[in-house]
């Protein structure tokens, strides 16, 4: 039984790949293998759909919607988790210049899956993919870079703060 269902997601999942290949082709949209390392779009093979591109989108929108609510925190920490204020106390101006570069993207980005929500176009979600994909690598390079700052700051911060007496 699970053998056959694991049979059936493989099978299923070959057939998107297959629909993808289509579209990528015609869109000239990125390979399947690099949207599904940052999108996880391979769960569009758990959907029965006649708008795959639609599916990814939703995808993709997912991601974006995640990182957005993070960077969000950081530049307005109103209500934000303890982590958050963590975060922020470890980040330098150029840090927080490029987020708020990055939160200008984000933007733009949910405009635009606002309008494709309200009318379907399958050469707009094409256009969608393969220009949110375009955007994600530089997004991606701006929140490591952030990310290294923190862990590079947290451990010289705990050195500083470990000094300390304890008894």
Do not use: C, H
């Not at 399947?32 to 599916?55: C, G, H, M, Q, W």
């Amino acid at each position: 039984m699970v053998k056959e269902k694991a049979k059936e997601k493989k099978s299923s999942l070959q057939d998107v790949k297959k629909e993808y290949e289509k579209f990528k082709e015609k869109y000239n949209l990125p390979e399947f293998k690099k949207l599904n390392e940052d999108f996880y779009i391979e769960r569009a093979s758990d959907v029965e759909t006649d708008f795959l591109l639609r599916e990814i989108r939703k995808f993709i929108s997912d991601r974006y919607s995640n990182y957005m609510r993070f960077v969000e925190a950081i530049l307005n920490p109103v209500n934000s988790p303890m982590f958050i204020f963590s975060v922020i106390k470890l980040l330098g101006k150029e840090d927080k210049k490029g987020l708020e570069t990055v939160y200008k993207k984000f933007m733009d980005i949910e405009m635009e899956l606002i309008e494709l929500d309200i009318s379907y176009s399958e050469e707009k979600e094409a256009e969608f993919i393969k220009k949110s994909y375009e955007e994600w690598q530089s997004i991606k390079e701006v929140i490591n870079k952030v990310i290294e700052t923190v862990k590079k700051n947290k451990s010289n911060t705990f050195e500083k703060n470990n000094s300390g007496y304890f008894g």
